[in-house]
């Protein structure tokens, strides 16, 4: 069965301690990896895509990588503004030639002024 | 650029009613996908549609039904409720495939 694991569960971080959110999968037919940041009360907010092991993408303070088996997310610096769920989700090829997004749990992260 | 519109954005209904929630993509998506998000089970996948066409279906039971229009705006529907359809329904848009699907704020859902 496809799995998807984020550790930990919630992260406390005091402004400017950077650490690492880590994503790690277990599925078959990866197409992509997907990080997205979600506020309470809203949607998920799309942060990046990777495709393949090696692959880095940066954004503000976010840097993404990913590994054969799983990703992590740097928070280079946080700021308060950064806490949120963090969301992982492996898209993985469907039925009928369609995709689907299998998601983890999230990491609840909260940064501390 | 409008972004994706879910209406309405709470509700509250009593055990055994039905109810339909839309979805409106962003415009040019032909990819509508629907999730259920519970603080148990995350974000669940129910169903995509494709150009009016259901594409996948996720595990839920067939009281979870859905259908898209033409201009590829979705609704969902969810019949005989139960208190544990409780959740945040999530709504996705993508030009094709789900890749780098753009979200919906999403419509709470409470079942009394």
């Known amino acids: 069965e496809d799995q998807v694991t984020q550790s930990p569960e919630a992260l406390r971080l005091q402004e400017g301690e950077s650490s690492s959110l880590n994503c790690s999968y277990t599925v078959s037919g990866l197409r992509g990896l997907f990080w997205y940041r979600q506020d309470p009360g809203k949607g998920p907010e799309f942060l990046f895509t990777?495709?393949?092991a090696g692959e880095e993408k940066e954004k503000e303070r976010l840097k993404a990588t990913l590994t054969k088996k799983e990703s992590f997310l740097h928070i280079t610096a946080p700021k308060p503004e950064d806490s949120a769920t963090y969301l992982c989700?492996?898209?993985?090829?469907?039925?009928?030639?369609?995709?689907?997004?299998?998601f983890g749990k999230g990491t609840k992260l909260t940064v501390n002024p | 650029k409008a972004g994706v519109t879910q209406t309405p954005r709470y509700l509250i209904k009593t055990r055994g009613q039905q109810v339909t929630l839309s979805c409106s993509p962003i415009s040019g998506h032909r990819s509508v996908s629907w999730y259920q998000q519970t603080p148990g089970q995350g974000l669940q996948f129910l169903f995509e549609?494709?150009?009016?066409?259901?594409?996948n279906k996720g595990n839920f039971p067939g009281r979870f039904s859905g259908r898209q229009f033409s201009n590829s705006r979705s609704e969902m529907n969810v019949s005989t409720l139960e208190l544990g359809d409780s959740a945040l329904y999530l709504c996705a848009s993508s030009w094709g495939g789900a890749g780098g699907a753009f979200f919906g704020q999403g419509t709470r859902l409470t079942v009394v």
């Open positions: 990777l495709y393949s």
């Open positions: 549609y494709f150009s009016e066409t259901q594409r």
């Open positions: 989700a492996v898209q993985l090829r469907a039925q009928g030639g369609s995709e689907k997004l299998v």
